[in-house]
DNA sequence: TAGCTGACGCAAA
DNA sequence: ATTTGCGCCAGCT
């Protein structure tokens, strides 16, 4: 069944668990378009699943990258309760 | 159908 | 180590 990319991602980031973090590459990857990451993030903000945690996908330099309201600050608070540890904006594995 | 945009990635300086 | 510029793909108008 003809399947969008937009669904596979919202699938795959809807498998991270809590407490773990997903590069936008993995993620694309992960959807079956490795070099979609770009894709990835503009169906991110377009997506406003609540069963999707958009807020665990977060760039490969393990910067959090942005976020609908607030930006990189309230993703990493978000992280950072859901026991992801982050350092100075970067996420720390 | 074609063109533009963007929650990115990587290389170079 | 950090910053700047270019390239990339899918989705939207």
Avoid: Q, W
Avoid at 55 to 63: A, C, E, G, K
């Amino acid at each position: 069944m003809k399947v969008s990319f937009k669904e596979r991602v919202a699938g795959v980031v809807r498998r991270i668990p809590a407490g773990a973090v997903m590069t936008y590459k993995e993620v694309a990857a992960a959807a079956g378009h490795p070099g979609a990451f770009r894709a990835v993030g503009s169906l991110m903000k377009a997506n406003r699943d609540p069963a999707v945690p958009c807020h665990r996908v977060v760039r490969s330099d393990l910067r959090p990258g942005e976020y609908n309201r607030g930006g990189e600050r309230a993703k990493i608070a978000r992280l950072t309760d859901e026991g992801v540890t982050v350092r100075d904006g970067r996420v720390k594995r």
